[in-house]
């Protein structure tokens, strides 16, 4: 611990945004890092605490508290403010394989349980992860780490996202020749087209896949498996199959006029908007066009506040948010203590720019859609909403979100983007591998376990545990790698 004082004497500090006036100008990202012995000030709050719940990584309460990848945050805080940042990038690559990824999109699972938390702001830990990841780019640190022993034993690893990549990293560098299949055109899977480009710009992702091939690991983009290729043929070829599809099965709105022309999936349309960026920076009006028109997302989440930014981007006229629950509060309950995850309201930067542009929050709570109203061409044009509020079930107990009776009222509304998260994994795959599933279409493993009940085949990621953040999908990848790699090797020194 170099400065035991610093959380007394060093205020928190984080990176600059651009304006929202300006960023939504494009797509491009808005954060400005600190100048670096400003961030390397920022290390020295931290504490070196005698319980690092930033580097925990458990469930209390139901929610995470801490990093799930148990990153050595206090080792690598101290290093970023000492100014050892090669020592720092070691460290870090201990207990992580994406470390760009995450320390843009991550909530921060790590300053919420933070110490210095309970009374005061966090160490900025996010950003000094950026930091030392984009200081090791910049100064050659991070190089391709191809094996030098090959093993002979091959694994085909379905889908390219998070914890796909993380099983190639992984098992690639334990010496195993490792296959990538990815059904999109493009990799990353939801990094690539779940999310948008001013979180993540995608040269980010290439960086790395590049890095990846020199190390040896083998990439085939626009191959469906299941439908492309059959399972049987994978696993007659490979030794082992590792299933990281994702939970791509959006949750639908299931209500009168649900087929009206102008409705979408979140999903889809983030997709199209982000592919058409990167085709021919929007030239070629591949997405679902939003200039001048009135924009609702039903969904309150991190894809519904994507939808929101995106839409503002693309010159929506007004954009409105749909939340089934109530507020959170500003502040912690006294039923949420540290360090469990806050239970609070958050403006996230999709929401700022509504907020400026338009002069409200988009955020409408315990509302949801009764019907949709088409034209007489099909085209959708009005929605009535609904209040809701919180009932208990009186066959289950449980409580739940119900329609106030005459609370109805009715919105013009052109498109409709529907982010109620998702389902888990679609059924073609997990038919054509014939694992079985959890009650909620996860493919089921024992707990804690990757291996299904399919002789050779694991599975990691969202497709496994469902719908979840991109450090859960990363440290699953992690794990399915070394239960992979035990189960040809019959041990394991990966960690």
């Given at each position: 611990?170099?400065?035991?004082?610093?959380f007394?004497?060093?205020e928190?500090?984080?990176?600059?945004?651009i304006?929202?006036l300006?960023?939504?100008?494009?797509f491009?990202?808005?954060?400005?890092?600190?100048?670096l012995?400003k961030?390397?000030?920022?290390g020295?709050?931290?504490?070196a605490c005698?319980?690092?719940?930033?580097?925990?990584?458990k469930?209390i309460?139901?929610?995470?508290?801490g990093?799930?990848?148990?990153?050595l945050c206090?080792?690598?805080?101290d290093?970023v403010?000492?100014?050892?940042w090669?020592?720092?990038?070691?460290?870090?690559?201990?207990?992580?394989?994406?470390?760009?990824?995450?320390?843009?999109?991550?909530?921060?699972?790590c300053e919420?349980?933070?110490?210095?938390n309970?009374?005061?702001?966090?160490?900025?830990?996010k950003?000094?992860?950026?930091?030392?990841?984009?200081r090791?780019?910049?100064?050659g640190?991070?190089?391709?780490?191809?094996?030098k022993?090959?093993?002979?034993?091959?694994?085909?690893?379905?889908?390219?996202?998070?914890?796909?990549?993380?099983v190639?990293?992984q098992?690639?560098r334990?010496?195993?020749?490792?296959?990538?299949?990815?059904?999109?055109?493009?990799l990353?899977?939801?990094?690539?087209y779940?999310?948008?480009?001013m979180k993540?710009?995608?040269?980010?992702?290439?960086?790395?896949?590049?890095?990846?091939?020199?190390?040896?690991?083998?990439?085939?983009t626009?191959?469906?498996?299941?439908v492309d290729?059959?399972?049987?043929?994978?696993?007659?070829?490979?030794?082992?199959v590792?299933l990281?599809?994702?939970?791509?099965?959006?949750r639908?709105?299931?209500?009168?006029?649900?087929?009206?022309?102008?409705?979408?999936?979140a999903?889809?349309?983030?997709?199209g908007?982000?592919?058409?960026?990167l085709?021919?920076?929007?030239?070629?009006?591949?997405?679902?066009?939003?200039k001048?028109?009135?924009v609702?997302?039903?969904?309150?989440?991190?894809?519904?506040n994507d939808?929101?930014?995106?839409?503002i981007?693309?010159?929506?006229?007004?954009?409105?948010q749909?939340?089934?629950?109530?507020?959170?509060?500003?502040?912690?309950?006294?039923?949420?203590p540290w360090?469990?995850?806050?239970?609070?309201?958050?403006?996230?930067?999709?929401q700022?720019?509504?907020?400026?542009?338009?002069?409200?929050?988009p955020?409408?709570y315990?509302?949801?859609?009764?019907?949709?109203?088409?034209?007489?061409?099909?085209?959708l044009k009005k929605?009535?909403?609904?209040?809701l509020?919180?009932k208990?079930?009186?066959?289950?107990g449980?409580?739940?979100?119900?329609?106030?009776?005459?609370?109805?009222?009715?919105?013009?509304?052109?498109?409709?983007?529907?982010?109620?998260?998702f389902?888990?994994?679609q059924?073609?795959?997990?038919?054509?591998?014939?694992?079985?599933?959890?009650?909620?279409?996860n493919?089921?493993?024992?707990?804690?376990?990757y291996q299904?009940?399919v002789?050779?085949v694991?599975?990691?990621?969202d497709?496994?545990?469902?719908?979840?953040?991109?450090?859960?999908?990363i440290?699953?990848?992690?794990e399915?790698?070394?239960?992979?790699?035990?189960?040809?090797?019959?041990?394991t020194?990966?960690?």
């Open positions: 611990m170099g400065k035991p004082t610093g007394l004497e060093y928190r500090r984080v990176s600059e945004e304006a929202p300006e960023r939504i100008k494009n491009n990202e808005f954060h400005i890092p600190l100048p012995e961030q390397q000030l920022q020295a709050r931290c504490m005698g319980v690092p719940f930033c580097q925990y990584g469930m309460n139901g929610m995470a508290s990093c799930p990848l148990n990153n206090p080792e690598w805080n290093l403010y000492t100014g050892n090669e020592q720092a990038y070691n460290r870090l690559m201990k207990t992580h394989c994406f470390p760009e990824f995450t320390s843009r999109v991550c909530p921060a699972l919420a349980a933070c110490t210095c309970l009374n005061g702001d966090p160490v900025s830990t950003e000094n992860e950026r930091a030392i990841i984009e090791a780019y910049e100064t640190l991070v190089k391709a780490q191809p094996p022993v090959r093993t002979g034993k091959k694994v085909a690893v379905i889908g390219s996202g998070p914890s796909g990549l993380a190639a990293m098992l690639n334990r010496g195993h020749e490792v296959t990538v299949f990815e059904r999109n055109d493009r990353g899977g939801l990094l690539r779940g999310i948008p480009n993540l710009e995608k040269s980010v992702i290439d960086r790395r896949v590049r890095l990846m091939e020199e190390e040896g690991v083998i990439f085939k626009n191959v469906n498996v299941g290729v059959k399972a049987a043929k994978l696993l007659k070829d490979f030794d082992r590792v990281c599809c994702g939970a791509s099965n959006p639908d709105i299931k209500v009168p006029g649900r087929e009206a022309e102008g409705i979408y999936f999903v889809d349309f983030l997709k908007v982000t592919k058409s960026l085709d021919s920076d929007l030239a070629d009006q591949k997405f679902v066009a939003c001048n028109k009135k609702m997302v039903i969904g309150g989440g991190d894809t519904g939808c929101v930014g995106t839409a981007r693309l010159g929506a006229s007004s954009v409105v749909l939340e089934m629950m109530p507020k959170a509060p500003d502040q912690r309950a006294a039923n949420n360090p469990e995850w806050p239970r609070v309201c958050k403006t996230d930067y999709g700022q720019e509504a907020i400026t542009v338009f002069g409200h929050d955020r409408i315990q509302t949801t859609v009764k019907e949709f109203i088409a034209d007489d061409k099909g085209r929605a009535v909403l609904v209040k509020q919180s208990k079930d009186e066959k289950t449980r409580m739940m979100m119900v329609p106030v009776e005459g609370s109805e009222w009715t919105v013009e509304v052109d498109i409709v983007l529907i982010a109620a998260g389902l888990g994994s059924k073609y795959v997990t038919d054509a591998f014939k694992v079985d599933l959890t009650p909620r279409t493919v089921a493993t024992e707990p804690e376990k299904t009940a002789k050779n694991f599975t990691a990621g497709m496994h545990r469902g719908q979840s953040l991109v450090v859960w999908a440290h699953e990848g992690r399915a790698a070394k239960a992979v790699d035990e189960s040809l090797m019959g041990y020194n990966l960690v």
